[in-house]
Nanobody, 128 residues
Framework: VQLQACGGGLVQAGGSLTLSCAAP????????VGWFRRAPGKEREFVAA???????YYADSVKGRFTISKDNAKNTVVLQMNSLKPEDTAVYLC???????????????????????WGQGTQVTVSS
């Protein structure tokens, strides 16, 4: 599954950005989709995920500021990021996990090893 993430950029603290994850050759809404980020010198960390059926999950650090959703008309998964902070600066990557895996998505959504397919990422930089 090929994934394309876009929408990153440079924004001041308190600003907003909208990231999109597309799977041009698939119906992305039928997958479980996760957003992760990788900051300089840090390991890849979970940000948000949406199950194929619509349930959403968030890291504590972004809860209340970020929203993940599906845009079926555009065949994308959107990560709306509000009230951005300098510590949100990172490369943001989207990933998908097919349905029907042995382990429940509700218990594995936060684990990067749960997702076999990854996009290249988009840079988000938040200035103070």
């Amino acid at each position: 599954v090929q994934l394309q993430a876009c929408g990153g950029g440079l924004v001041q603290a308190g600003g907003s950005l909208t990231l999109s994850c597309a799977a041009p050759e698939r119906t992305i809404s039928m997958f479980n989709v996760g957003w992760f980020r990788r900051a300089p010198g840090k390991e890849r960390e979970f940000v948000a995920a949406i199950r194929w059926s619509g349930e959403t999950y968030y890291a504590d650090s972004v809860k209340g500021r970020f929203t993940i959703s599906k845009d079926n008309a555009k065949n994308t998964v959107v990560l709306q990021m509000n009230s951005l902070k300098p510590e949100d600066t990172a490369v943001y990557l989207c990933a998908v996990r097919p349905r029907g895996q042995a382990t429940a998505f509700s218990t594995t959504y936060h684990s990067r090893t749960s997702y076999p397919y990854w996009g290249q990422g988009t840079q988000v930089t938040v200035s103070s």
